[in-house]
Nanobody, 128 residues
Framework: QVQLVESGGGLVQAGGSLRLSCAASGRTFSSYAMGWFRQAPGKEREFVAGIRWSGGSGYYADSVKGRFTISRDTAKNTGYLAMNSLKPEDTAVYYC?????????????????????WGQGTQVTVSS
């Protein structure tokens, strides 16, 4: 089992920044990669960004490219999502997730069924 706890959400004005953290514990060595997802009110949960625990560049949804940066600190078993130039449409509950299934293509990052473990979510609200 892998336990994930998100933190860092809050209320910010449009154009502002936030950094989310995702602390992992348990059998973290079994996790291949982590991803961030978000769910806005009345909408389906969607992929935001992903990164392999072994390193490499992140993979991003088009809606956040150039504004969000995903990273991880393996020594701390913690993942991060730095969010800049926030927009009201970024308002959502943000979830981190861990997957044990390898990435086979860029689009496979978005497959929510490939993520076995999920955090409880943290609210991000961007005011206009």
């Amino acid at each position: 089992q892998v336990q994930l706890v998100e933190s860092g959400g809050g209320l910010v004005q449009a154009g502002g920044s936030l950094r989310l953290s995702c602390a992992a514990s348990g059998r973290t060595f079994s996790s291949y990669a982590m991803g961030w997802f978000r769910q806005a009110p009345g909408k389906e949960r969607e992929f935001v960004a992903g990164i392999r625990w072994s390193g490499g560049s992140g993979y991003y949804a088009d809606s956040v490219k150039g504004r969000f940066t995903i990273s991880r600190d393996t020594a701390k078993n913690t993942g991060y999502l730095a969010m800049n130039s926030l927009k009201p449409e970024d308002t959502a509950v943000y979830y981190c997730a861990a997957r044990t299934v390898a990435i086979t293509s860029g689009s496979s990052w978005k497959s929510q069924g490939s993520y076995a473990y999920w955090g409880q979510g943290t609210q991000v609200t961007v005011s206009s």
